[in-house]
């Protein structure tokens, strides 16, 4: 593996780790596989361009307020929407967060156009070597935030009380109950941090994409699955490590040929071969526990 | 009743979770006819030996024959076709099917379930209803019974089966006083009907008016097995019941 | 309006009266004039290719009840069968030409293979697969039909070109042996009405046989069903392979009305085939038999009106919308009535407004 697979391996997990962050949190705790993931990294990447294009806002300073606005929308979400079929069968839960997907994404062809955009700050370029590798100055950043946001959750459920009473939802609801925890509230605001990190997400792929539609971020449904599954449910560094695991072999399936077969044909089957073959044989994923931590 | 005829034979059955050991060296039989109690507080392991009998856990040490043959490792559905039935201690009703497709699923799969047509079936179903009381309501969803409805329901499945060997966990927690007694005349009779039955209780009355011998657990080991009026005059069962106080000033009077 | 949306509209009448169960009579009437309704409608209708394509993701769509609906196992993945289906029947169905190298048996062959090889894949996969339970039984499920896909993909020849399926290119079917190229759109219509008018009454007779009660227990509980002497896992793999079976068939149809198959995510393989065949069972009822049925006609009847809007001056927006709309459906349709139109229909005090927020308050936190 040369070094410049590892780097681009490295930049491209660390993205897909909190792309998959946010979509763990929302199944460890509230039991959903939500959909609408994806969805909402979609939104995050158009806020992202058009904070850039209209209001010639850096997208590293436009942040912060999206992870605000979209805290608010998934809060919502969760509140009028999640809530009301929370109690219902897998299939409907599950359905519910597929139809706000195409809901989303097909009002997002429709206002935003199927255009492609792209969001190209100056510095876009710039970058420095390392050895045999380049690396991109604006990718690494991205990374960087990645690892900061995957952190500061960390923090947030081990140090905070809000964060213990999240984790005590996960692990015991009816103990929860009794200690007094306003349940529907609880999920709310995981839904809320789920949101603001995928919205994060978007805004980081919309840098490392290059050019992007509203199509463009569908894949990344089930990639968040794949990042869980490999990373473990319920574990906050399990995302971070089963993305960067996800980025490597991306990026090392890209460049091998076995005979004259070349591997980059067969990425996509081989890692979800893989995802079935760890969901038989290990299901709690590499790094999965009991409850959230 | 023939004492050397075996139909069930526990040797020596051990089940541990991880470090923790459920179930520890527990030998006893179950003798064709008789209604054998098995009794013990709660937490005794009493469930985790009805489920190394049913095929849902597997022994860790210790073997479990039913008529000869070696239990250990077989699926619960094997099992079930050879003859054992079984009840939930939570009941487990098929929610969304009736009343009388719950007890009919029972008729066409349990060890009499192969030569029946699933209108044969149907037909055993009402039969059982009939004679659990329950008849009237064939046609309901089985969610809309009361805890003795269900109850009555649980035991129903698993007559439908037509056992030789019925095992009921704990087929009286939640009933009130006239339910318990009905419980128990519905026990009899299905004894009268040639059934073999293994129950498990932790209401020692219930084990009293009905059991012939009885088995008594207490933390996953055997501390006593007699007639009801042998064990209940136990020194070891009183204790484990009613406390070590109770039981020493007990004896002092 | 389109004689095609009236021809559904009426047949989601008359299928609502034929599953009256309190009255025999009505039931009678309803089912004799649908019957006659859908032979008729060819010959009404200026474009049968709607109907056609109805019946075809409707096969799809009893298939998924029998392992979604009455074994209670979410499949996501049935594209995977779909794609299957059509590349069997254009290997084992279709002539070779220079171009491309297939079997070339014949179509029947073809769509007993579209139909068989699906079956097996299904129970190979569900060996290990049916043992998870959940969400993770969804996934994996999920990741099967890409894996399947992406397969198909890569591969072109096997055999030194005995057989060649093209790769991401994929195969057409424009060269059908001669005797088979009457099978023009009138024959296509009646022979997906039939496979489909099958498939539902496969899944009648099964929700009343031992089988079929079997898949019930499995649903309902899983323990309680292995202790009754029901041996799940075969019951969950022939449920699982009856459901690729009859998906097969319906991709196998797809593609051959297609003409060309291709392992693309707009062609045989687009993974959307997965989720419609689960709306289906929504819209009309998950697990009941007469659920696929009219969901797969609500669901064509919807998609009819839409297009049809479009050409009607002052609603050529909602070409653009149409997708928005379907998403919003699908989100009030869990919220409100989670349990399809059957729910509806079948109430016992008749129809009333209150069942919509009695089914969102049965479910809210």
């Keep these: 593996m040369s070094l410049q697979v590892l780097v681009n391996g490295l930049l491209l997990g660390g993205l897909l780790g909190l792309v998959g962050l946010g979509f763990s949190l929302v199944w460890g705790i509230l039991n959903i596989v939500n959909l609408a993931h994806a969805a909402f990294i979609m939104l995050g990447a158009y806020f992202t361009y058009y904070a850039f294009e209209n209001l010639h806002l850096d997208p590293f300073l436009s942040l912060p307020i999206a992870l605000v606005l979209f805290f608010g929308l998934g809060y919502a979400v969760q509140k009028f929407l999640i809530n009301r079929i929370i109690r219902a069968s897998l299939l409907v839960t599950f359905l ?198 | 009743m023939d004492d050397n005829v075996i139909m069930l034979d526990v040797q020596g059955a051990t089940k541990q979770y991880g470090g923790v050991t459920a179930v520890s060296d527990i030998s006893f039989v179950v003798r064709p006819g008789e209604i054998l109690g098995l009794i013990g507080p709660n937490g005794a392991g009493k469930t985790t030996l009805v489920n190394m009998i049913s095929g849902t856990a597997v022994p860790t040490y210790g073997t479990v024959s039913f008529k000869g043959q070696l239990l250990n490792g077989q699926k619960p559905h094997v099992i079930g076709k050879m003859g054992i039935a079984r009840t939930f201690q939570v009941v487990k009703p098929f929610q969304n099917l009736s009343v009388l497709e719950n007890v009919a699923v029972g008729a066409m799969y349990g060890k009499g379930g192969s030569k029946r047509s699933s209108a044969q079936a149907f037909k055993r179903a009402e039969e059982v209803l009939q004679m659990v009381h329950l008849a009237p309501r064939r046609n309901d969803p089985s969610e809309s019974l009361s805890i003795a409805g269900r109850k009555r329901l649980e035991l129903a499945k698993a007559l439908a089966m037509d056992p030789e060997l019925l095992l009921l966990d704990e087929v009286m927690a939640g009933l009130r006083g006239a339910e318990v007694d009905e419980a128990m005349d519905l026990i009899r009779s299905i004894h009268a009907g040639g059934i073999t039955i293994m129950i498990i209780e932790h209401v020692m009355k219930v084990i009293v008016g009905v059991c012939q011998r009885v088995v008594v657990l207490d933390y996953g080991k055997k501390i006593a097995e007699g007639t009801p009026t042998e064990v209940t005059s136990n020194q070891a069962v009183i204790e484990a019941y009613l406390g070590k106080k109770f039981a020493k000033s007990q004896a002092k009077e | 309006m389109s004689i095609n949306l009236l021809v559904m ?151 030194d070109r005995l057989v060649c399926l093209g790769g991401a290119t994929g195969l057409a079917f424009p060269v059908v042996k001669k005797a088979d190229r009457d099978l023009n759109s009138m024959l296509q219509y009646f022979l997906t009405l039939l496979v489909f008018a099958a498939s539902v009454g496969i899944t009648f007779y099964l929700s009343r046989s031992k089988f079929g009660y079997g898949l019930f227990a499995i649903r309902e509980n899983e323990d309680a069903a292995a202790v009754m002497g029901i041996n799940t896992t075969w019951f969950k793999i022939g449920a699982f392979s009856l459901a690729a079976a009859m998906t097969g068939l319906a991709g196998a149809w797809r593609g051959l009305v297609n003409g060309q198959i291709e392992p693309g995510e707009s062609s045989i393989f687009d993974p959307n085939i997965s989720l419609y065949v689960i709306i289906i069972c929504l819209l009309g009822g998950v697990g009941t038999v007469w659920g696929p049925f009219i969901g797969a006609i609500i669901y064509a009847a919807l998609q009819e009106f839409l297009t049809s809007m479009q050409n009607v001056a002052g609603f050529g927006w909602l070409l653009e919308w149409k997708n928005v709309i379907f998403g919003a459906i699908v989100v009030l349709l869990v919220l409100f009535l989670p349990k399809g139109i059957l729910q509806l229909v079948r109430n016992k005090g008749g129809f009333s407004w209150r069942i919509f927020t009695r089914n969102m308050r049965e479910n809210s936190i």
């Design chain 1, 96 to 293: 519910l967060t597929f139809g706000l997907e195409i809901l989303i994404v097909s009002l997002g062809r429709v206002v935003f156009s199927g255009n492609a955009v792209r969001v190209n700050p100056d510095y876009g370029s710039a970058s420095f070597d390392l050895g045999d590798a380049r690396i991109n100055y604006m990718k690494l950043a991205g990374v960087g935030v990645a690892l900061l946001l995957t952190y500061l959750l960390y923090l947030f459920m081990a140090k905070t009380k809000t964060g213990n009473a999240i984790r005590a939802v996960s692990m015991d609801l009816n103990a929860a109950r009794l200690m007094g925890i306003d349940i529907p509230h609880i999920y709310c605001l995981t839904y809320a941090i789920s949101t603001a990190l995928a919205a994060s997400a978007g805004m980081l792929l919309s840098l490392y994409l290059g050019t992007f539609t509203p199509d463009s971020f569908g894949i990344f449904n089930i990639r968040a699955f794949a990042v869980v599954v490999l990373g473990g449910l319920g574990s906050i560094p399990g995302a971070m490590i089963g993305g960067l695991v996800f980025g490597l072999l991306d990026q090392f399936a890209q460049g091998v040929n076995i005979g004259n077969i070349s591997l980059g044909g067969w990425k996509e089957a081989l890692i979800f071969i893989a995802l079935v073959v760890v969901l038989i044989v290990r299901p709690t994923g590499l790094l999965g526990k009991e409850g959230y931590r």
């Design chain 3, 9 to 159: 509209l009426g047949a989601i009448g008359l299928s609502i009266l034929a599953t009256q169960r309190d009255k025999p009579q009505l039931r009678m009437v309803g089912f004799g004039l649908l019957v006659l309704l859908l032979v008729a409608a060819p010959f009404l209708s200026n474009n049968k290719a709607v109907l056609t394509d109805m019946y075809i993701l409707g096969i799809a769509g009893v298939g998924w009840n029998v392992i979604g609906g009455f074994t209670g196992y979410a499949a996501f993945g049935q594209v995977a069968f779909w794609g299957l289906g059509a590349y069997a029947l254009a290997v084992f169905g279709l002539e070779a030409t220079p171009a491309q190298a297939t079997l070339g048996w014949s179509i029947p062959v073809g769509f007993l293979m579209a139909a068989l090889i699906p079956a097996l894949v299904a129970a190979l996969i569900g060996l290990p697969v049916l043992r998870l339970k959940g969400h993770y039984f969804a996934i994996a499920t999920l990741g099967v039909g890409i894996a399947i896909r992406e397969i198909f993909r890569n591969v072109d020849c096997i055999g």
